[in-house]
């Protein structure tokens, strides 16, 4: 038996942490808040419906680059069919009837931009421009070979090499947010859509590599929902030995002489080890776990001021219909908003689950709404729990109104209804302040050098999206894949990777 390791989260770090953790010797046990694998990525089953409210898309979903190696290694591209996508997502402006669908013809987006901005052919071309010099690449590793304790220059300079024909796509006007970069089109409609083909904080660059990997078919949907993409993990973690304990939630990680030994659960009971490897949320391991010892003004500074992802109300309803030929993903500028607490809801993200026949019975569809949202609001009302059932219900009514614009009759063939808040997703994967992909993806943080050790504990090491800013699959399962690197380089043995 080789050393114990205890990790804390199954989620999809946790996972992977584990899965190469146990390929390289250790041996290791997952003890998990929830009842089933996972975190976020998160299937529910509601009657007859299955609702994902996980993973929208899957990069790098097409065998040759090394993310979809990784996904191999990990089981879970041999037990996945990723599907095509035909349009990434269609836009509608509500008050003005207008129309744009994102589609792998690059081309044609451009076109229909400058057909929405006439003045703006500079900027759009910039963008294409962009997202075609990407197009080919095998950005997925990017910054992500090896972790921060490991990368030496030399491994930097390598990275560099490989992308010295992108360069001047990720400096300059590339860096700035998407929302500042748009923030002079006089067109509301095309700054709506340039903000929203994926968060409006994240850096140009990051939307071109976005754009590119379309035409390259490198963006998938997954077929069984994330749910069918997350159990080959934990069914491989636990073919290499593994071991996870469901409804174990971690209170206190025990140190001795600066010296991570174990896990005090809830309800008291202590396990040892010989290495603790934290996949949970970052504030309350640091700050709770262990208490707030182990830090220097970095990590103050990232917990003070660095902001994290905004949370998310997502509505599902079960629908007596089918859907045909809608596409998977909508962005919708309200003509007539509404309120949510303190803050105004002006656009809704509509996802149509039509696309595989897992999530609902025959000739019937689930199709979910969300907007983001504010904590404060949903964790208050969660109080009373009369005041939290009826502002859900309300909030479902709501939306409901809207998409009956869309698709007239709806309202009669729902089914099923279901509202997940941001305290639905704090309550199952005790993340801050339901901060579902952990920090906000601004230029500034997504590019950051995230330690996976605190500084003078020893024998602990951290993976997940507090670790790898913007989080996503690749990152996450890659931060896992880091911990082991980590565990072995400080044992001094060679690392290595299997494949079922
Ligand atoms: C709606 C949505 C859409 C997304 N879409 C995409 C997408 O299209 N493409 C993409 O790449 N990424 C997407 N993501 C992001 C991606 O899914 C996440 O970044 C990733 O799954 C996070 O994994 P993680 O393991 O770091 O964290 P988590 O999933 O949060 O896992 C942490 C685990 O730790 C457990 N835990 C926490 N505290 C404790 C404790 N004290 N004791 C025991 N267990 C504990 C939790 O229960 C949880 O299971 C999306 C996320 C969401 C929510």
Excluded at 397 to 413: C, F, I, K, N
Aim: net charge negative; proline share 5%; with cysteine.
């Amino acid at each position: 038996m080789g050393e114990s390791v205890i990790i804390i989260g199954a989620g999809l770090a946790g996972l992977s942490a584990g899965c190469y953790a146990q390929m390289n010797g250790y041996n290791t046990h997952i003890y998990e808040h929830h009842t089933v694998p996972g975190g976020v990525a998160a299937c529910w089953k509601r009657e007859r419906y299955l609702i994902d409210g996980g993973i929208h898309f899957i990069m790098y979903c097409r065998p040759g680059s090394e993310v979809y190696e990784m996904y191999q290694q990990l089981g879970m591209a041999q037990s996945n069919r990723f599907l095509e996508m035909g349009t990434y997502v269609r836009f509608e402006d509500e008050a003005g009837g207008r129309r744009l669908e994102v589609t792998p013809d690059l081309d044609r987006l451009a076109e229909d931009l400058m057909a929405l901005g006439p003045h703006e052919t500079r900027l759009v071309e910039e963008l294409i421009a962009s997202a075609r010099a990407t197009q080919g690449m095998d950005l997925g590793t990017l910054g992500m070979d090896d972790p921060p304790e490991l990368m030496s220059p030399l491994g930097w300079l390598r990275q560099m090499w490989a992308m010295r024909g992108l360069v001047r796509y990720f400096v300059g006007e590339y860096q700035r947010p998407i929302q500042d970069y748009v923030s002079g089109v006089d067109d509301p409609f095309l700054r709506f859509v340039l903000e929203n083909m994926f968060l409006p904080d994240v850096p140009v660059w990051f939307l071109s590599m976005l754009l590119g990997m379309l035409p390259d078919r490198q963006m998938g949907l997954l077929e069984g929902g994330s749910l069918g993409f997350v159990l080959p993990i934990e069914r491989r973690y636990k073919d290499l030995g593994g071991r996870i304990t469901y409804r174990s939630t971690v209170e206190e990680i025990l140190v001795e002489g600066d010296r991570a030994t174990g896990v005090r659960l809830s309800g008291g009971r202590k396990e040892r080890s010989d290495v603790v490897i934290s996949a949970a949320d970052g504030y309350s391991t640091i700050f709770g776990m262990l208490g707030g010892r182990y830090v220097d003004r970095k990590i103050e500074t990232m917990y003070r001021e660095w902001e994290m992802v905004r949370p998310m109300v997502m509505i599902s309803y079960g629908v007596a219909r089918a859907f045909a030929g809608e596409p998977w993903l909508s962005m919708i500028k309200l003509e007539k908003p509404f309120e949510v607490g303190c803050e105004r809801i002006d656009g809704l993200m509509l996802r149509i689950f039509n696309y595989s026949d897992r999530f609902a019975p025959a000739g019937k569809t689930v199709i979910q709404a969300g907007f983001e949202t504010e904590w404060d609001h949903w964790s208050d009302l969660h109080e009373d729990p009369a005041a939290y059932d009826s502002e859900k219900q309300r909030v479902a009514g709501e939306v409901l109104q809207r998409l009956e614009m869309h698709y007239p009759g709806l309202s009669a063939l729902v089914e099923m209804t279901d509202v997940a808040t941001p305290y639905t997703t704090w309550r199952y994967t005790l993340n801050r302040r339901g901060a579902y992909m952990g920090w906000l993806p601004t230029p500034g943080v997504i590019t950051s050098v995230v330690r996976r050790t605190l500084p003078g504990l020893d024998r602990f090491i951290m993976a997940g999206q507090w670790v790898m800013p913007g989080g996503g699959v690749p990152g996450c399962l890659y931060s896992g894949r880091h911990a082991a690197q980590i565990l072995c380089h400080k044992d001094g043995k060679a690392f290595v990777t299997a494949k079922p």
